[in-house]
T-cell receptor, first 117, second 114 residues
Framework: GAVVSQHPSWVICKSGTSVKIECRSL??????MFWYRQFPKQSLMLMAT?????????EQGVEKDKFLINHASLTLSTLTVTSAHPEDSSFYIC?????????????FGAGTRLSVL | GENVEQHPSTLSVQEGDSAVIKCTYS??????FPWYKQELGKGPQLIID?????GEKKDQRIAVTLNKTAKHFSLHITETQPEDSAVYFC?????????????FGTGTRLKVLA
């Protein structure tokens, strides 16, 4: 299957600092990438949809100034958590959509565990 | 909006027995239904999927069935093994002219007892 690489896998940062998470599709071009947040023992919550070369579409309740998404190429999307606070601590997962019109299979990265002290 | 209900939330089976997880979706426009397996601390892994023009799909010990009229779809795992223990998520998606977003179920924690 298609491979999605997410980096870093784990990051600890101080409150008030910013953290960048990278999501790369290694063996395919991803027109669309998605960013999710997952709390312990809960389901995946979609944060935003990222299309290459355009602004991300954020889900209701997600602060776009807090969670900056850039999708500059067909193989790379980044999520920056700005001025992180302890409540931003969570497991963040990206996915990439394979294929063109009508194709909606998503392959997921391994996730990034963010701990804000 | 679109909603996906998933049952049961936890499931324990003896090794070798079958496991069934059920999902119900609300948006009749949904046309793609993947199932993911997530192990602790890892990202979800696609294990099987089904499109709305098909009623059943099988891949070795795993099968998925879809009832469009009732808006139900189910995951069936036969001859379960300890390594099947994980959290399983169903999802519903609208492709074609849609946004391709997934709406995930709440997850089922499967435990296979050796």
């Amino acid at each position: 299957g298609a491979v999605v690489s997410q980096h870093p896998s784990w990051v600890i940062c101080k409150s008030g600092t910013s953290v960048k998470i990278e999501c790369r599709s290694l063996d395919f071009q991803a027109t669309t990438m998605f960013w999710y947040r997952q709390f312990p023992k809960q389901s995946l919550m979609l944060m935003a949809t990222s299309n290459e070369g355009s602004k991300a579409t954020y889900e209701q309740g997600v602060e776009k100034d807090k969670f900056l998404i850039n999708h500059a190429s067909l193989t790379l999307s980044t999520l920056t958590v700005t001025s992180a606070h302890p409540e931003d601590s969570s497991f963040y997962i990206c996915s990439a959509r394979v294929g063109g019109q009508g194709q909606n299979i998503q392959y997921f990265g391994a996730g990034t565990r963010l701990s804000v002290l | 909006g679109e909603n996906v209900e998933q049952h049961p939330s936890t499931l324990s089976v003896q090794e070798g027995d079958s496991a069934v997880i059920k999902c119900t979706y609300s948006d009749s426009a949904s046309n793609y239904f993947p199932w993911y397996k997530q192990e602790l601390g890892k990202g979800p892994q696609l294990i099987i999927d089904i499109r709305s023009n098909v009623g059943e799909k099988k891949d070795q010990r795993i099968a998925v069935t879809l009832n469009k009229t009732a808006k139900h779809f189910s995951l069936h795992i036969t001859e379960t093994q300890p390594e099947d223990s994980a959290v399983y998520f169903c999802a519903a998606s609208i492709g074609d002219s849609g946004t391709y977003k997934y709406i995930f179920g709440t997850g089922t924690r499967l435990k296979v007892l050796a």
